[in-house]
């Protein structure tokens, strides 16, 4: 009688701490969608699988989501003899996969809480040796009950998450993160932050840029200091990681720079006093016809009242200094794509700054 008491207690205790652990992870990446492509991305790559990379948003928001249901299914008992087995199998391929990210395949980020717990491969892999046992003693406990026995309750329960979980990824894709865990969030001073970081005495860091060669398919670090990785025509972003003396995995708020065919002008950008819109732009050639009206409707009113627009972008722009949007001629400056991407989880949008402090930032469908 002891020992069932024990085993039910236990099992009590493993499931309840997987599902937690599963809810946690599936959530953080869930409503990160472009962040968690871009991990994906990395994996394709390093794998070889690039053929699959068109793929990566779609499946991004289906793992996540997948994820962040199998969580609540394990936390409400819902058909736990079937989600039990998933969450065994789930548990031995995260195992094997971040083994090899920390040995033969490194990567910097696993990735598995998305930007909010930023874990090396080592200690996620531990993460995994401590939870595979638990979802053992799951999938022991429950291995009696029959898989394929549906009830009406626990059908509707299966479909509200499902539905749930794959909506929070699509709505996070198709406007921003519910939850914003990066360092350019509403609220900090761009500028400050950069000064602040930059002159943090307790470690030393560097920057290490990883691009693809567009060519080839070659990939390569570069340092800050290097050019090359700018020509945004030979070279394509794929990940940003830091080396430091004590291993921290952060994304930095000091790789913040933007130029253009005069030099840099980031210091000249982020302490401008009153409003400043920065229109940000992944790729000219691709901007929605509805996203582009809304851009200029927005710089006409802006210029309107006398407050500043300009637009951001990772593509050349061959020694232009200005962009016509509308019948408005704007300043057009380069940025890094990873940078963008860090501070802007949309393919086009717009980062509202007041002071230098970020007062807002907006998909492209919700500029008004």
Not at 178 to 183: G, Q, R
Not at 200 to 225: Q, S, W
Not at 302 to 307: K, W, Y
């Amino acid at each position: 009688m002891r020992n069932k008491r024990f085993i039910k207690l236990l099992s009590h205790v493993c499931r309840t701490i997987l599902a937690l652990t599963f809810i946690v992870s599936g959530f953080t990446k869930t409503i990160d969608p472009w962040g968690t492509a871009l991990k994906v991305n990395e994996y394709l790559t390093i794998y070889g699988w690039d053929a699959l990379r068109p793929a990566a948003m779609a499946f991004s928001i289906w793992l996540c989501g997948a994820e962040l249901m199998m969580g609540c299914m394990l936390l409400f008992k819902v058909r736990i003899r079937m989600v039990s087995i998933f969450a065994l199998a789930s548990m031995l391929i995260f195992t094997v996969i971040t083994f090899l990210s920390a040995t033969v395949l490194p990567v910097e980020d696993c990735g598995c809480f998305g930007e909010a717990i930023k874990l090396t491969p080592w200690q996620t892999f531990l993460k995994n040796l401590i939870a595979l046992p638990m979802a053992v003693v799951v999938w022991w406990r429950y291995r009696p009950d029959r898989i394929f026995s549906f009830r009406k309750a626990e059908l509707a329960l299966m479909c509200l998450f499902f539905v749930g979980s794959m909506m929070l990824g699509y709505y996070c894709y198709r406007h921003l993160p519910l939850v914003d865990f990066l360092p350019y969030r509403v609220g900090v001073n761009i500028h400050k932050a950069m000064v602040a970081q930059t002159n943090a005495p307790d470690e030393h860091t560097e920057t290490i840029l990883i691009y693809r060669n567009r060519k080839n398919g070659k990939v390569r670090e570069f340092r800050l200091e290097d050019t090359e990785w700018q020509n945004s025509e030979k070279w394509e972003w794929v990940d940003t990681y830091v080396e430091s003396e004590t291993s921290v995995v952060r994304p930095l708020i000091s790789e913040f720079a933007v130029h253009n065919a005069d030099g840099d002008v980031t210091e000249e950008l982020l302490t401008r006093s009153g409003r400043l819109y920065m229109l940000c732009i992944t790729d000219w050639n691709s901007i929605p016809a509805a996203c582009a009206d809304r851009m200029k409707r927005l710089a006409e009113r802006v210029t309107a009242a006398g407050d500043a627009v300009v637009c951001l972008t990772p593509e050349p722009l061959y020694g232009l200094k200005t962009i016509a949007i509308g019948e408005v001629e704007i300043p057009c400056y380069n940025i890094d794509g990873s940078t963008m991407k860090t501070m802007l989880r949309a393919q086009n949008g717009l980062v509202e700054l007041e002071d230098g402090v970020i007062r807002g930032k907006y998909n492209c469908l919700d500029i008004e």
